[in-house]
């Protein structure tokens, strides 16, 4: 089955270092969407990147996209306390397929001051 | 910036009881979900609502479950008779479109089954 499967499951870095997140996925998609959950909150919407798309960028997130690998990244730069949260990849079904989003289990960042 | 919004942001209920979790998407947006997060679990899909009928449902949303477009403006998920495995987030969201379009997610709802 489709799955999004995020790694590291959890990363500590210092505040100003770059921060990393892979994603793994098995099927077909349209698009990977990547959101940030702070502890016990709501979903973020952070960016969203086409399978026809290699990267994206959105302030200091850069979104790299391996349709080959079935993988993608997320990396954050300068990273600062309050990016501490757990990120999420997000992929749907493919062309013509279900638009329900699937989620890995996340990896779970800590910027420490 | 049109956000989706989600109440209650709590609901503490005992186990059988029926609730409604409420939700007013993004007012031009065509597609609706719910989806839930178990305490430290996966986010799962439930749910998706297009046209006033249900598009898509995983083998989470049984009979117990429903959904409904009320009005022009909200989107309600029942439970009909609440389990004590109902426990979880609740996290509607909603999209323009269906392929390449971003779901936005609202604040969802805690739900805890006692």
């Known amino acids: 089955s489709q799955q999004g499967e995020e790694d590291p499951q959890a990363l500590s870095i210092q505040e100003g270092e770059n921060a990393t997140m892979n994603c793994s996925y098995k099927t077909s998609i349209n698009n990977l969407q990547w959101y940030r959950q702070n502890s016990g909150r709501g979903l973020v919407h952070l960016i969203l990147?086409?399978?026809?798309?290699r990267e994206k960028h959105s302030g200091r997130l850069r979104v790299t996209l391996d349709t080959s690998k079935k993988s993608s990244s997320l990396l954050i730069t300068a990273s600062r306390a309050a990016d501490t949260a757990s990120y999420f990849c997000?992929?749907?079904?493919?062309?013509?397929?279900?638009?329900?989003?699937?989620f890995g289990k996340g990896t779970k960042l800590t910027v420490n001051p | 910036e049109p956000e989706v919004t989600q109440t209650p942001s709590h609901q503490v209920t005992q186990m059988g009881q029926e609730v409604i979790l409420r939700c007013v998407p993004i007012s031009n947006h065509l597609y609706f979900y719910w989806y839930r997060q178990i305490l430290g679990q996966k986010v799962e899909f439930l749910v998706s609502?297009?046209?006033?009928?249900?598009?898509?449902k995983s083998e989470i949303f049984d009979d117990q479950f429903s959904v409904e477009r009320p009005d022009g403006s909200n989107f309600t998920l029942k439970i009909r008779s609440t389990k004590l495995e109902d426990s979880a987030m609740y996290f509607c969201?909603?999209?323009?479109?269906?392929?390449?379009?971003?779901?936005?997610f609202g604040p969802g709802t805690r739900l805890l089954v006692l």
């Open positions: 997000a992929t749907d079904g493919g062309i013509g397929g279900s638009e329900k989003l699937v």
């Open positions: 990147i086409r399978s026809n798309e």
């Open positions: 609502f297009y046209n006033n009928e249900i598009s898509e």
């Open positions: 969201a909603s999209s323009r479109g269906r392929g390449q379009e971003t779901q936005y």
